[in-house]
């Protein structure tokens, strides 16, 4: 192995971890954190709290992503594992993370109104993130089986 391939291991590495710390990240937010607060409410300051630290996690990850998977996507299609289902499949996971990049970058547009809970109202804009969460948390549990899908075309791929 050159130290190209060792490179290749790192960014894999990175990818997988950012992966990881996004959509395990948001399993725990809507199977331990969101259920624990319906029972006893932190109230508004933890919750906010809570928000901003994990959106943080979030925007980092989506950087990592971002680079790390162009980086991937390069050694990968330039490889003869890279078959046309392969592509495909890669097309649909890349559609996917954007979506859940765009979904994110929807819940915290500023709003235009100087005080966004009064202007949409309070409820409305909870139930638009709630919804905007289990749609980033479902999609990122597809797209990580399509990761694995992925790897399993490569290897019948180079195979061939
Ligand atoms: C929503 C964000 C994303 C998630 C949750 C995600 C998740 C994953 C996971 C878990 C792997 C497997 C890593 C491993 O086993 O070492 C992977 C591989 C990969 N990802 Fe991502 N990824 C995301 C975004 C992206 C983006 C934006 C790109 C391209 C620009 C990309 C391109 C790739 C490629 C090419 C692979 C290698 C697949 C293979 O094994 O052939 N990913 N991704």
Do not use: C
């Not at 959509?23 to 259920?35: E, K, T």
């Not at 980086?71 to 299609?77: A, M, N």
């Not at 909870?126 to 790897?151: E, K, M, P, S, Y």
């Amino acid at each position: 192995m050159g130290i190209l391939d060792w490179i290749l291991v790192a960014i894999r590495w990175v990818h997988a971890l950012a992966a990881v710390a996004w959509v395990g990240g948001s399993m725990f937010y809507a199977l331990v954190l969101r259920p624990v607060w319906r029972r006893s409410n932190p109230g508004q300051e933890v919750s906010r709290a809570v928000g901003t630290e994990f959106r943080s996690v979030v925007t980092s990850a989506m950087a990592v992503l971002l680079i790390s998977g162009t980086v991937l996507t390069v050694s990968r299609l330039t490889s003869k594992g890279a078959t046309l289902p392969y592509v495909a499949v890669l097309v649909v996971k890349i559609l996917l993370a954007v979506y859940m990049f765009y979904t994110v970058w929807v819940w915290h547009r500023p709003s235009k109104a100087s005080d966004p809970d009064v202007a949409e109202g309070r409820w409305r804009r909870a139930r638009r993130r709630l919804a905007g969460t289990n749609a980033v948390l479902i999609t990122g549990v597809v797209v990580f089986g399509l990761a694995d899908v992925l790897d399993a075309l490569f290897e019948r791929g180079l195979a061939r």
